[in-house]
Every structure is written in C-alpha cells, then in structure tokens.
C-alpha cells in the first residue's frame, strides 16, 4: 500500500515541507505587526509545530510507517486547530481582527489562511496515509526515498 513506499515517503516529505514553508511565513508576518506569541505558545510552536512534523518524518522511515503517518496526521491537526483557535477564535492579539491596519494586515491574514489549508489538508492526506498503510511493515531492502 501507499503508506510503505519510496513514493509514500515523498509525500510525507512534501506535506511536512509545505507546512514549514507556510508556517515559516505566517512566522515572519508574526514580527511585522509585531503580534508576540505568548511562553505557552512558543512552547507549543517549538514542540508540536516544530519538532514533531520532523519526528514523524523519522517515524515514516521505520518498518512501521503506520505509526509515522498517524503522528504526522496528529501534529498537523493540532497545529491546525491551535492556528484556527488563536487566528479565528479566541479573542487575542494574535486573532486576524485584532491586527492593525496597515502594512501587516492583509500579510498576516494570508499567511494564517494558509497555515489553515495547509495544516488542515495535510492532517486530511496523513491521516488517508495512516489508515490505507495500517498494519503495513516497510521490507528492510525498499528504499525509503
């Protein structure tokens, strides 16, 4: 199935490329207004946002590819949702209303919009990933791309 081979692993590879790409922009839009992100939601960023899309690329690369597309589909749903939450939700600077006009406005409001296509489509394709490889186990020799 999908999930266990060279060309499976390429797409874990682009889905985790578009989701740094996306959210490395929204990132430098974040300094512009400026809109700071709060102890906690660094902390969120640094651990869900950053480290684990690459630990699910790690996982991909195991004999149990399964368990890698599952994290994969976790770590982009709870970046999606913690986005949607901040960006569109709850009332915080870091809410697209509350960015001032000017310069760093249509920017900011872009590059969240992204970040939530981007999160939320990616969570989507992994977790397809996820259930079409289920059970699967990557033979020693394929390659892993």
């Known amino acids: 199935m999908a999930g266990v081979t060279a060309s499976g692993s390429r797409v874990g590879i682009?889905?985790?490329a578009l989701h740094f790409a996306a959210n490395l922009a929204h990132g430098g839009v974040h300094q512009g207004p400026p809109v700071p992100l709060s102890s906690v939601q660094t902390g969120f960023v640094v651990v869900v946002v950053t480290i684990g899309p690459l630990a699910s690329l790690w996982l991909l690369r195991t004999d149990r590819p399964t368990f890698g597309w599952a994290t994969l589909a976790a770590v982009l749903l709870a970046s999606f949702v913690f986005g949607a939450a901040f960006h569109y939700v709850l009332a915080t600077p870091d809410h697209v209303a509350n960015v001032p006009a000017g310069t760093w406005k249509?920017?900011?409001?872009?590059?969240?919009?992204l970040v939530a296509v981007v999160d939320g489509g990616g969570a989507i394709a992994a977790a397809w990933y996820?259930?079409?490889s289920a059970g699967e186990r990557r033979p020693a020799d394929e390659p892993t791309a």
């Open 14 to 16: 682009a889905l985790v």
């Open 106 to 113: 249509l920017p900011f409001e872009a590059t969240a919009a």
């Open 130 to 132: 996820a259930v079409t």
